[in-house]
């Protein structure tokens, strides 16, 4: 493979990600959340979307996988603690959301048809 190709192969995925997460982001909406923060970066990694309904904040993952369970399964346990760390740095700089219940939540986008959202899909290790 050579590197036009990689470049290329880049720009798709890439291209995925944002249409995935723009797809997440409308079906948080359409179920009520109020969206607080989308692809925020923080030292450590980031965060796709950080929502808000009532006195839940969730931290959703968005993976573009054609079903919830791929989606659940290419969330390792790395990338599940590099999420709970990105959102305490997020939480460290927004010390008003720290009371509110705190959730962490998949949403797998297919390439078509409805993403599915997975609420409370994994949980932090204690």
Request: proline share 6%.
């Amino acid at each position: 493979m050579n590197d036009r190709d990689r470049s290329d192969r880049g720009r798709r995925a890439r291209r995925l990600g944002l249409s995935a997460e723009t797809r997440a982001v409308w079906l948080l909406r359409l179920k009520g959340y109020r969206i607080l923060a989308t692809r925020l970066r923080t030292p450590v990694g980031e965060l796709d979307i950080v929502a808000r309904r009532g006195r839940c904040l969730a931290f959703v993952e968005v993976k573009a996988r054609p079903d919830a369970a791929e989606g659940l399964h290419a969330l390792t346990p790395r990338q599940r603690r590099r999420l709970v760390r990105a959102a305490a740095l997020f939480l460290g700089r927004r010390p008003d959301l720290a009371g509110l219940d705190l959730r962490f939540d998949l949403i797998a986008c297919p390439a078509r048809g409805r993403p599915v959202h997975l609420p409370d899909a994994w949980r932090p290790e204690s």
